[in-house]
């Protein structure tokens, strides 16, 4: 296991304390550091990046980014409705996928104008229609951008402009679906060069589609994070507060999302209760809590809900705009709240079985004009110290993905986007005062701010670099994985003491 520097012992450290000392001799290159690793008991990651349940940080476009990248993103609950959360889950879904089930479909009466605006809500064009425009009439025919993108007529209607069922390609349900062939309606795309192929059952109906920007994205990013039907893969935040989640949870189920986490400054007991809960009626999902930042914590948890819990996450006011350990001077460093809670969760892994750990929080990356993103150095140290997967949220606010926009900021002279903590009196006017227990208190103690970051430019360029940052560290200290990392870092002081 990894060596801890007999100094750090019973300490508390950050990661600005410690460094990773390389003893071995490389043999291996870059890209052959594998850095897939385990974010709850069943969804693997092929990069341990985690984007946070930040109402400034996750929304679907962030969530999109980071799966493609072979990550995953936590969509924020800080919305006004549980409608619009439900709806970013839906375009992350929707934006890749094998067999895209529950296709949203038009009807001959619809109007070219119909299809701009679902266009504009979920990103695409190509639609089935069907008698009545459900899913549970016979399928008459097709519309894509091909068919519409010169017209000028928003009120045409589509049976003037689709193509007809006589006229379409189409694939059986008994050859793809039932036998979950996904190969048989890619081969049928490449041969006709279709945009879209429609699945069909015996009696006509439509069942499922299958396109071709879906090939194409396959191609460009081969770590993607994908569940069994090839579609991006999403986590969502839910209230640590039963009565208040149980809604949330289960129109979260309907719309595909593959894990909660349950989303509390810091994890109270209730939050075993609503584990229980959502195992019990969606055991499909898996479930992360916290936030922890002992051992102690751990074990707790892990003794009392195994059973319900697939994750752990680490970390009690170490982000860039929480404020919890100065306002109520309680929290913990990160870097050691890490290996405590990590190490307990090994401890314990005989008798209660594995649990991931997330460290979520006080991830840096210098931020000087021009500098590259080559010094990923606290992921590769959260890393060491045990944690699983790592979850970020002010190094990822100034992305384009991020939500907000960008604007110059003349005391700095440069561009900035705005970053502000859950616990932030603005982020509490919704519903995040849940997640610090202040939502039935008049008096509300902020445990968050608001701060400039930096704007980083676009995540597709972004992220690489940063993978490549993590991959490059691994290198250097001859490891050729994360388990080999964990199994054999030397984590001295820095500087030594």
């Not at 067999?99 to 479909?105: Q, T």
């Not at 994205?217 to 579609?231: D, G, I, M, W």
């Not at 100034?398 to 982020?427: N, Q, T, V, W």
Request: proline fraction near 4%; charged fraction near 30%.
């Amino acid at each position: 296991m990894a060596k801890l520097d007999k100094n750090l012992i019973n300490k508390e450290f950050q990661y600005k304390d410690i460094t990773l000392l390389p003893n071995r001799l490389p043999d291996l290159e870059r890209e052959e550091v594998d850095l897939t690793t385990d974010f709850t008991k069943k969804i693997k990651l092929k990069a341990p990046l985690v984007s946070s349940p930040m109402d400034t940080v996750t929304e679907a476009e962030m969530a999109i980014l980071m799966a493609l990248h072979g990550g995953i993103g936590v969509i924020h609950y800080n919305f006004e409705t549980i409608a619009e959360q439900i709806e970013e889950i839906e375009k992350v879904k929707k934006f890749e996928a094998g067999f895209v089930f529950k296709p949203v479909v038009l009807s001959p009466q619809h109007t070219i104008k119909d299809v701009h605006e679902i266009n504009k809500k979920y990103g695409f064009f190509s639609l089935p229609i069907t008698e009545d425009g459900t899913l549970n009439s016979k399928l008459k025919g097709i519309v894509t951008h091909r068919d519409i993108r010169y017209r000028q007529d928003m009120e045409s209607r589509l049976a003037e402009v689709m193509t007809v069922r006589g006229k379409m390609r189409v694939a059986r349900k008994i050859d793809t679906v039932d036998k979950n062939d996904l190969d048989f309606a890619n081969k049928i795309i490449k041969e006709y060069n279709l945009d879209t192929l429609p699945i069909v059952d015996k009696e006509d109906r439509i069942i499922a589609l299958v396109t071709d920007s879906d090939l194409k994205k396959n191609e460009q990013y081969p770590l993607a994070t994908k569940n069994e039907n090839k579609q991006l893969r999403v986590f969502m935040a839910v209230e640590s507060r039963l009565e208040l989640a149980k809604k949330r949870i289960g129109l979260g189920s309907q719309a595909g999302v593959d894990g909660i986490i349950v989303d509390a400054g810091i994890a109270f007991r209730e939050q075993i209760e609503i584990a229980r809960y959502a195992k019990e009626n969606f055991p499909g999902l898996e479930i992360i809590l916290g936030n922890i930042g002992s051992g102690e914590a751990a074990e707790k948890i892990i003794k009392e809900a195994s059973a319900w819990c697939d994750g752990l996450r680490i970390g009690i006011g170490p982000g860039a705009a929480c404020i919890t350990q100065q306002e109520l001077g309680t929290g913990r460093s990160q870097a050691s709240a890490v290996w405590d809670c990590s190490e307990t969760a090994k401890r314990m892994e005989r008798q209660y079985g594995f649990v991931p750990v997330i460290a979520d929080g006080g991830i840096k990356v210098p931020d000087m004009e021009n500098q590259e993103i080559s010094r990923p150095g606290d992921i590769s140290k959260a890393l060491a110290l045990g944690a699983q997967t790592v979850m970020m949220g002010s190094l990822l606010a100034g992305l384009d993905e991020a939500p907000g926009e960008k604007e110059f900021d003349y005391e700095s002279d440069k561009m900035i986007k705005k970053y502000r903590g859950m616990g932030s009196a603005e982020a509490m006017e919704r519903r995040s005062g849940v997640r610090y227990s202040m939502d039935k208190v008049k008096v509300k103690v902020p445990e968050g701010k608001v701060i400039k970051v930096p704007y980083r430019g676009s995540g597709y360029d972004f992220l690489p670099k940063l993978i490549a940052g993590v991959r490059q560290s691994l290198q250097k200290q001859g490891f050729s994985s994360i388990k080999e990392l964990q199994e054999s870092a030397d984590i001295r002081c820095f500087p030594p003491q």
